[in-house]
């Protein structure tokens, strides 16, 4: 999944636009992670591709040549380097992510794997996620890959449009994409993955509700559906900018998300994250990892990680960014055991930020447990049922603050982004962080972009 790439980036934007910008302030001490079980998910970042994407804004790298050998035994290292540090007893689930590691060999998806349950508990039967293309699955590699160790895959199909895939950069055809999924599968029943792309410059209502009856002919038990984000750089934005290709309204967006919804839920799944669905309990639970704000680790370029450093003496948990590029991250880990370009220990109120902003991303939200942990001497019903901006959404509707915690409705999980500002600004407030007035911004007036995600 995306999150581990792209999110951390894009909260840290949110948070320091706000006022108080996710300083320390008075806000409560948490109940310290190392009272809590050493337990965290493991992310590996494999940065190659055979060609970039025209939407493509991830850390990735189109090289002539890969030298696999040495990207192996760095990622091995690092791994095992992290893992000591963070003192982890047991890896809850494991992702490989990219760039393409379905490019990888699956000698090197079970070298990391190895390391892993040799430097910590690896439960049998842990979710272990590869990203694929359809482009670089083929039958032998995906009973490879099943071999090493991997029991769930997560295939990037973005579209089953051929004229919607070439506009995109994809390698593969729509034909192609339908084979790697009926292959994968068969390998891995019940837990292969479907990534799809809305929102795509000149895609109609219509087409796009095609391509989802279309994918739930052949899909498993999980997909995943995002909204296409035009990032500044990638050849895509500049084709819209100039005018090659038309934008998207917002109105037609919203719509898609709605359409994809019931269409979805129609079949049988469950809309459990802003962005992601499952029938049969088919949850991912390495993503859920990030959304309930547990520690992850991350591993490879540019890979993300939330983790206390146990081994030296830390109580509070650190973000970290691994060197993103490979060759400067391989040097690195070569000479220091770990390549990790920056490192903030997060202040109490930086953890409660990023818990409320992902945890509303679910259907469950935020349970009064799990703000228990990170706040023990300030409730959700202290902070949130007090009149102000989460009284307000909840009487109109947004919102819901019950027994069972915090969290948004269907109305409210679709405009979750023009939630999260005064949901923020109050939690703010009621810390004693806030310096300014909040954003003119009326609740009448909320704009789509749940699915956008942060």
Not at 49 to 66: E, G, I, L, Q
Not at 218 to 230: A, G, P
Not at 276 to 303: C, D
Not at 410 to 424: I, T, Y
Request: charge should be neutral.
């Amino acid at each position: 999944m995306a999150a581990a790439r792209g999110w951390p980036r894009k909260l840290a934007a949110v948070a320091g636009a706000l006022p108080g910008g996710g300083g320390p302030g008075r806000a409560p001490g948490p109940a310290p992670d190392t009272a809590a079980p050493a337990t965290a998910a493991l992310y590996v970042h494999w940065p190659y591709c055979r060609k970039r994407c025209s939407y493509c804004n991830f850390n990735t790298y189109v090289v002539p040549a890969v030298d696999e050998a040495a990207v192996r035994s760095c990622l091995v290292r690092e791994a095992q380097t992290l893992l000591r540090l963070s003192q982890v007893h047991s890896v809850t689930s494991v992702f490989f992510g990219g760039g393409t590691p379905s490019l990888a060999s699956p000698g090197t998806i079970a070298a990391v794997l190895e390391a892993v349950a040799g430097a910590a508990h690896l439960p049998a039967g842990a979710e272990v996620t590869l990203e694929a293309n359809p482009s670089s699955t083929s039958a032998s590699a995906l009973d490879g890959f099943r071999a090493a160790g991997v029991n769930r895959l997560s295939i990037g199909v973005q579209s089953l449009d051929d004229a919607e895939l070439r506009m995109l950069g994809r390698e593969h055809t729509a034909a192609e994409a339908l084979k790697a999924v009926e292959a994968a599968r068969g390998l891995f029943p019940g837990r292969t993955s479907i990534d799809l792309l809305f929102g795509l410059p000149g895609q109609s209502r219509d087409a796009w509700a095609q391509g989802l009856e279309a994918t739930l002919r052949v899909c498993d038990d999980h997909i995943s559906l995002y909204q296409l984000t035009l990032e500044r750089g990638t050849a895509l934005a500049a084709q819209v900018r100039g005018g090659a290709l038309p934008a998207p309204p917002q109105d037609l967006l919203a719509d898609m998300y709605q359409t994809a919804r019931n269409v979805l839920v129609a079949a049988g799944f469950r809309h459990y994250e802003v962005s992601n669905f499952a029938r049969k309990g088919a949850l991912s639970t390495h993503n859920l990892s990030y959304w309930q704000a547990e520690q992850y680790i991350g591993v490879g370029p540019g890979a993300h990680g939330r983790f206390v450093l146990r081994a030296e003496g830390g109580c509070s948990r650190e973000a970290r960014v691994q060197t993103l590029e490979p060759v400067a991250w391989m040097r690195e880990v070569q000479s220091q055991g770990h390549g990790t370009r920056s490192r903030a220990v997060l202040s109490p109120l930086e953890q409660l930020e990023e818990l409320l902003t992902l945890g509303l991303r679910t259907d469950e939200g935020i349970t009064h447990k799990r703000w228990g942990h990170f706040s023990p001497q300030l409730s959700l019903q202290a902070v949130f049922g007090e009149p102000g901006e989460a009284r307000a959404l909840q009487q109109e509707g947004w919102l819901v603050l019950d027994n069972g915690g915090l969290r948004c409705t269907w109305a409210g999980l679709a405009v979750l982004d023009s939630l999260l500002p005064d949901l923020l600004w109050q939690l703010q407030r009621v810390l004693g962080t806030a310096r300014l007035p909040p954003r003119g911004r009326t609740t009448g007036e909320r704009g789509g972009g749940g699915a956008r995600g942060l």
